[in-house]
């Protein structure tokens, strides 16, 4: 069983920057893809983006594209999300989710498993 751990939340001034982490364990099969997803207060949870774990395609939300990017350590399994230019409605519990197939990959109820979720404040 993959276990995926995030890590790298925080507390940050607007238009400043922070990089999330999500490491899996458990075994060598990551997975087809891997993706971040956010939850707001009061809001329900959608998609940031994702990344194929083997090829490497990525795939953003129209709010963060430019701002925010995937990538992944395939020695390390380990997913990565680099934030800029960050913003108070940037504010939300961010988790990190891993899917078995393909497609799909802003549809929350298509990922296999998921992780506990971290922290990120961005204050105005």
């Known amino acids: 069983q993959v276990q995926l751990v995030e890590s790298g939340g925080g507390l940050v001034q607007a238009g400043g920057s922070l990089r999330l982490a999500c490491a899996a364990s458990?075994?060598?099969?990551?997975?087809?893809?891997m993706g971040w997803f956010r939850q707001a207060p009061g809001k329900e949870r959608e998609f940031v983006a994702a990344i194929t774990w083997s090829s490497g395609i990525t795939y953003y939300a129209d709010s963060v594209k430019d701002r925010f990017t995937i990538s992944r350590d395939q020695a390390k399994y380990t997913v990565y999300l680099q934030m800029t230019s960050l913003k108070p409605e940037d504010t939300a519990v961010y988790y990190c989710?891993?899917?078995?197939?393909?497609?799909?990959?802003?549809?929350?109820?298509?990922?296999?498993?998921w992780g506990q979720g971290t922290q990120v404040t961005v204050s105005s």
């Open positions: 458990g075994r060598t099969f990551v997975g087809y893809a």
């Open positions: 989710a891993a899917k078995d197939w393909s497609n799909n990959y802003s549809v929350e109820a298509r990922y296999d498993r």
